[in-house]
């Protein structure tokens, strides 16, 4: 997308239009993975119940699928659902189960109208029929859009993936001499997408619990104290303004910059 685009989109003269113009169109993020963090600590300052904070959080995500692709990141992979959060009570985890259908119901012509594709990663299976059904919808419906990719990881482990992975590369019948990193990384659940340049953390936890291990090997991460259901479009431009100043060097060093060339 572009500078126009987004700007379409913005109030004039509005923080994000500041932002916005800051943004580096040619240096994007191939793929932005976000953990969604902080829905009940939102709740918990507001004296509401923890759901509530789910359902604030809603907004957030809308917001943040519209404003990725109208940036134009290619890939953006949305933590919902681990599989430790089975841990919670059965109230908070049918709530939020509900809150997904809901979502995808009430959402499914935006994804449409902006030609995103839809796809769900983690245990699929191990999830209600009755969002099994909706999830399958979604993507079925969306899989010819060829805009930006939205993931969203649902009783998703990163370790589970990997053992997963392996278990299919194992009855797939590969040459172990013939099995490289880049060959394994087609037995993931993100086969054939970008790894992760950018993780970002809302309601600042410092840690990446389970998420897409493989992927963010060499991701750049940005932690925010925000709590996700105040997480909007000008934070988004900030991580990826931020993201644009960063020195990547993969294990190698930053080459100078030499006067003249
Ligand atoms: C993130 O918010 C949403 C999910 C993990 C589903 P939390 O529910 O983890 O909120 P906190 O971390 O307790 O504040
Ligand atoms: C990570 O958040 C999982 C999701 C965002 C879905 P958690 O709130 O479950 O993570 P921990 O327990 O703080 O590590
Ligand atoms: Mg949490």
């Given amino acids: 997308m572009s500078l126009e685009a987004l700007l379409a989109a913005v109030p004039a003269g509005s923080p994000e239009e500041g932002l916005a113009r800051q943004v580096k169109f040619e240096r994007l993020p191939r793929h932005i993975a976000v953990i969604m963090d902080g829905n009940g600590r939102w709740a918990a300052?507001?004296?509401?119940?923890?759901?509530?904070?789910?359902?604030?959080?809603?907004?957030?995500?809308?917001?943040?699928?519209?404003?990725?692709?109208?940036?134009?990141?290619?890939?953006?992979?949305?933590?919902?659902?681990?599989?430790?959060?089975?841990?919670?009570?059965?109230?908070?985890?049918?709530?939020?189960m509900s809150l997904l259908k809901r979502y995808l119901r009430l959402e499914l012509n935006t994804l449409l109208r902006n030609n995103i594709r839809f796809k769900v990663i983690g245990r699929f299976e191990e999830l209600s029929p009755d969002v099994q059904t909706e999830l399958k919808a979604a993507e079925d419906r969306t899989a010819s859009n060829s805009g930006m990719q939205f993931n969203i990881a649902l009783n998703y482990g990163g370790r589970a993936e990997i053992v997963e992975a392996a278990r299919r590369m194992l009855a797939s019948g590969v040459d172990p001499e013939a099995l490289d990193e880049a060959r394994f990384a087609g037995f993931l659940y993100t086969a054939g997408q970008p790894d992760p340049d950018l993780l970002i953390r809302t309601s600042g936890e410092m840690r990446v619990s389970n998420f897409l291990l493989w992927q963010i090997a060499y991701a750049e991460i940005w932690v925010t104290d925000t709590l996700w259901p105040d997480f909007r479009a000008r934070h988004l431009l900030e991580a990826i303004i931020d993201y644009q100043k960063r020195d990547r060097r993969y294990g190698g060093i930053t080459q100078p910059v030499v006067a003249g060339r």
């Fill in 45 to 96: 300052q507001r004296h509401l119940p923890r759901v509530e904070g789910h359902r604030a959080g809603i907004d957030s995500v809308r917001d943040i699928v519209e404003s990725s692709a109208r940036v134009g990141i290619p890939v953006l992979t949305l933590y919902a659902f681990s599989v430790e959060n089975w841990k919670r009570p059965i109230t908070e985890v049918s709530t939020l």
